[in-house]
């Protein structure tokens, strides 16, 4: 029996652990997949570029101004109101000293004339009567007072019909009309008819940032639309040196004339203030161009073909002037030298070749 009970405990544990090596197979997890490891390729960088070129360039002081003439007249009917009858002219016609250009509607003061004259006729008929019939001085001197009254009265009014006539003070071109100025319209006494302006002598006048830049005579040109009038300085504020020994009495006084400014004022009809600079016209520009905005340009300096390029593309790092090249696909950071600077470019002393590829972003 104990025989029997040893050999099924034997059968017994190895059928135990049997089934306990076949449970732990079960559970064991399947071995995962080696996978490649991932390639890493570069994107391709893109770059927007200029290439570097040769160009003229230059270094201006611009100023806009209005173009005036240094001889303007405005024409006016001095004595007398009226009702404009007649305009002569239009704007824009060329007129000589002496034309006419406006009436007034006297056609009332011209029944006026017409009568007195006829006064006047009557009186002197009665003093040669006088005369004839041997009357007394008396008679005839008091004949001649009447004469005397109407005529008057008759100078009076030839006065008023002259003064209804408006002619031209000088020569020059009528350049515009005043308010409300057409035939059949009121005008008062001294009120501006029309402007006439002498085109020969057109000027304007500037307030530069830096007065240092102009001198009398300097050269410069006027810019309408887009041609250029050759034009120079004819006044400017002079350069003084204020009394005193204090550092800040030393600089430039800039409001003090020219000793001759006050010639040149009653020459050319200008009056001049002391916050500006005065440009006349040396070639002839449009009539037409009186009252217009023009650019005064001066050429402080200037560079014939060279190589330049825009501002922006010039980096200043550590002290040193960059501009980045594309050159076999990369991007190189190449120092260069810089000559004449305007507001918006550069030029290219050294450091850049004519052809080279300039990065811009």
């Known amino acids: 029996m104990k025989h029997y009970s040893k050999r099924l405990l034997a059968v017994l544990c190895t059928a135990a652990l049997a089934s306990s090596m076949l449970g732990g197979c079960v559970f064991l997890p399947d071995e995962e997949e080696v996978l490649a490891a991932p390639s890493v390729q570069s994107a391709e960088i893109s770059y927007t570029t200029v290439e570097a070129k040769r160009k003229d360039i230059r270094k201006v002081d611009i100023n806009t101004a209005t173009v005036k003439s240094q001889n303007e007249y405005?024409?006016?009917?001095?004595?007398?109101?009226?009702?404009?009858?007649?305009?002569?002219?239009?704007?824009?016609?060329?007129?000589?000293?002496?034309?006419?250009?406006?009436?007034?509607?006297?056609?009332?003061?011209?029944?006026?004339?017409?009568?007195?004259?006829l006064y006047l006729k009557k009186a002197?008929?009665?003093?040669?009567?006088?005369?004839?019939?041997?009357?007394?001085?008396?008679?005839?001197?008091?004949?001649?007072?009447?004469v005397d009254l109407i005529q008057m009265q008759m100078d009076d009014?030839?006065?008023?019909?002259?003064?209804?006539?408006?002619?031209?003070?000088?020569?020059?071109?009528?350049?515009?009309?005043?308010?409300?100025?057409?035939?059949?319209?009121?005008?008062?006494?001294?009120?501006?008819?029309?402007?006439?302006?002498?085109?020969?002598?057109?000027?304007?006048?500037?307030?530069?940032?830096?007065?240092?830049?102009?001198?009398?005579?300097?050269?410069?040109?006027?810019?309408?639309?887009?041609?250029?009038?050759?034009?120079?300085?004819?006044?400017?504020?002079?350069?003084?040196?204020?009394?005193?020994?204090?550092?800040?009495?030393?600089?430039?006084?800039?409001?003090i004339f020219d000793p001759d400014a006050e010639k040149e004022e009653a020459a050319t009809g200008v009056v001049f203030d002391t916050e500006h600079v005065y440009i006349k016209f040396t070639d002839t520009p449009p009539e037409d161009c009186v009252g217009n905005l023009v650019d005064a340009v001066l050429v402080i300096d200037s560079r014939e073909n060279v190589i330049a390029i825009s501002n922006n593309l010039i980096k200043n790092i550590d002290g040193k002037n960059i501009v980045y090249l594309l050159k076999d696909g990369k991007k190189v950071a190449q120092d260069v030298e810089i000559g004449l600077k305007t507001?918006?470019?550069?030029?290219?002393?050294?450091?850049?070749s004519e052809g080279d590829i300039i990065i811009i972003r």
């Open 124 to 146: 002197k008929l009665d003093k040669k009567v006088l005369e004839e019939r041997g009357a007394s001085q008396t008679e005839i001197d008091r004949a001649q007072v009447e």
């Open 74 to 117: 405005n024409m006016a009917f001095s004595e007398q109101s009226g009702t404009i009858a007649k305009i002569h002219v239009r704007a824009g016609d060329k007129v000589k000293k002496g034309d006419l250009l406006c009436e007034l509607d006297i056609s009332s003061l011209e029944y006026s004339i017409t009568e007195t004259e």
């Open 157 to 255: 009014l030839y006065a008023k019909r002259d003064d209804a006539k408006l002619y031209a003070e000088a020569d020059g071109t009528v350049a515009s009309f005043g308010s409300g100025i057409s035939a059949g319209n009121y005008v008062d006494k001294g009120q501006t008819v029309m402007t006439i302006i002498d085109t020969d002598d057109l000027y304007i006048s500037i307030a530069p940032d830096d007065f240092k830049l102009y001198d009398m005579g300097t050269p410069l040109f006027i810019e309408i639309g887009d041609v250029q009038y050759a034009a120079e300085v004819f006044m400017i504020p002079e350069e003084v040196v204020a009394n005193g020994s204090a550092e800040e009495d030393k600089e430039p006084n800039y409001d």
């Open 343 to 352: 507001a918006s470019q550069c030029e290219i002393t050294s450091g850049l």
